[in-house]
């Protein structure tokens, strides 16, 4: 005989959470920032994940836990982890959305050097300010 399982009977994610590193400003900067994603699933009825997949940015991770590369492009984020159990049935959930800022470096506003009376020692003055908009 044949046992048939549901069509309802999937995978369980409990959370899918998402927690930013080397952010600027409390936000997420392009080329500079990468996040920590972290997935809880069980089997339904006994039966077990065999396999955590994420696609972000381009890039294909695997596992319960992964930390992205750095954000290559500025704009609005999604993260899907996708489960699949041992009998071939998935599950897929996402974490909150956010957004990756453009990196805009700093720009040099003036810059004076100065030889001091011994002629060995330069003095050297530098201002910098951060571009508008853009997170440094």
């Known amino acids: 005989f044949t046992i048939v399982c549901p069509n309802d009977v999937v995978p369980i994610i409990s959370s899918v959470t998402r927690t930013g590193n080397n952010l600027r400003d409390g936000v997420y900067v392009q080329g500079k920032s990468t996040a920590t994603v972290k997935t809880v699933a069980g089997g339904a009825y006994g ?3 065999i396999s955590y997949s ?3 940015d381009g890039v ?3 596992g319960s836990e992964f930390t ?3 954000f290559k492009s500025a704009g609005s984020y999604t993260i899907t982890v996708t489960v699949t159990d041992g009998r071939g049935r998935t599950a897929s959930k996402s974490a909150t ?3 990756v800022y453009e990196y805009k470096p700093p720009y040099i506003t003036s810059f004076t050097a100065e030889r001091q ?3 060995t020692t330069v003095i050297a003055t530098l201002v910098a300010k951060r571009q508008k908009r853009g997170v440094v």
């Open 54 to 56: 994420c696609v972000v």
């Open 60 to 62: 294909k991770y695997t």
């Open 68 to 70: 992205t590369l750095a």
């Open 97 to 99: 959305a956010f957004t």
């Open 47 to 49: 039966s077990k994940i």
């Open 117 to 119: 009376a011994d002629g």
